[in-house]
């Protein structure tokens, strides 16, 4: 029996290898930092795709398609009501992908990546008392999503910063959240129903909800001289330093370097975010520092979520959002190891070990 199932392999994939001693991640094939800045969303929708949902159409067919199935599930906007208006955005998401049917096949599988991609951006906008905006088929997806977030055409380098998330998160091995997904399949139930598991598991701070309290601590820290001592009192108090350790990493993971590069090239025009990211840097360096005088048998990184949080703040995501942009990116994840498994796995069913109470025996 492992807690957790640290170090337990339980599923053989060809669509992402996490190298944790190395602080390496390979997409199918091709290093994450050859993908970041070179591939758009809709280049990774396609890679991790191939040959899992049928052939795969060309990338200016996907893109199409994608921007119809866009245009398909905002039908469902309407039905965001008052009482689901109180909930976070993410469970908003949920809500309403709950309410797409399930199926196998490419259009399901679209269909979900638009729905994540639609829903998000209304609910933000119904949450402030704003008209949510309809998409436009024609734009990128990542071009849309802003678009449909801020009611203005993005600029080059907001669409650039966005692709650069979108397929920095798109797939990481076995994560709580895949993992539910391939539970999922491994039943037949279908990609709908995958995905919904998959955003129920991500949405825990342990998992992806752990980008908005980077930013809380970040404006509770407000100025890099704090730092030590901020960082210090967190860990008196029992706290852990969110955007920091990770289950497999054992250095640096390198979707932190992906996330900070792409934000200092979105923020080289803005002093604001640069003194956000002098903030970061500080704390960073700080957060490390601390945690190897008090963890010295645990070695703790700076994970993917830290530079998340800066990079989506720079986005004009609002903090309660991250967990749901987290989403979007990593739909195609799930969907792509949801095929995987329907397609070559067996039903997982593994057995728990009991430790309660025997009945008693009679005398
Ligand atoms: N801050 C302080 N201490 C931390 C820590 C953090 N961020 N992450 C792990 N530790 C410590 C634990 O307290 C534990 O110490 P102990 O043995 O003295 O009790 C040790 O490191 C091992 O932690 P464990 O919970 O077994 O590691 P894990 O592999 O289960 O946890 C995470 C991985 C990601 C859940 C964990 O590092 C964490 O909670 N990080 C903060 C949340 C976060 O950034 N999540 C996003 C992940 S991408």
């Known amino acids: 029996m492992k807690n957790g199932l640290e170090d337990v392999v339980a599923a053989e994939t060809q669509l992402s290898h996490v190298n944790g001693e190395a602080g390496e991640l390979i997409i199918r094939g091709v290093s994450l930092d050859h993908l970041v800045g070179h591939a758009r969303y809709e280049d990774v929708v396609a890679l991790l795709f191939g040959g899992l949902l049928g052939p795969a159409p060309d990338r200016a067919e996907l893109a199409k398609r994608l921007g119809q199935k866009r245009v398909e599930v905002f039908a469902h906007v309407p039905a965001i009501d008052d009482a689901l208006l109180e909930l976070p955005p993410v469970d908003i998401m949920r809500a309403l992908i709950a309410r797409l049917p399930d199926g196998d096949d490419l259009d399901t599988a679209l269909r979900l990546l638009a729905a994540a991609a639609v829903f998000l951006p209304a609910a933000l906008r119904l949450k402030k008392g704003e008209t949510p905006v309809a998409p436009t088929p024609a734009l990128s997806h990542s071009a849309d999503i802003l678009a449909m977030l801020g009611a203005s055409v993005p600029s080059k380098e907001e669409v650039a910063a966005l692709d650069a998330y979108l397929v920095t998160i798109s797939d990481h091995g076995l994560n709580a959240s895949t993992f539910a ?86 923020s080289a025009a803005d002093p604001a975010n640069r003194d956000r990211i002098q903030l970061a840097e500080a704390v960073e360096q700080s957060a490390l520092a601390i945690l190897k005088v008090r963890k010295p048998d645990r070695p703790l990184d700076v994970n993917v979520e830290f530079y998340t949080a800066l990079l989506l703040d720079a986005l004009k995501f609002p903090r309660e959002a991250f967990t749901g942009v987290f989403a979007i990116g990593r739909t195609v994840g799930w969907i792509a190891h949801a095929r995987e498994q329907a397609l070559e796995g067996r039903l997982i069913r593994p057995r728990s070990l009991y430790v309660g109470p025997m009945p008693q025996k009679a005398a």
């Open 181 to 266: 997904s391939r539970v999922v399949a491994s039943t037949k139930a279908g990609l709908t129903s995958s995905v919904l598991a998959a955003i129920s598991a991500l949405k825990g701070p342990l998992h992806g909800g752990a980008p908005g309290p980077v930013l809380d601590m970040l404006d509770a820290i407000g100025m890099p001289e704090n730092a030590q001592v901020w960082l210090s009192e967190a860990l008196d108090h029992g706290e852990r330093l969110m955007g920091f350790g990770h289950r497999v990493y054992r250095v640096r993971d390198p979707r932190a370097d992906a996330l900070k590069g792409a934000l200092k090239q979105l």
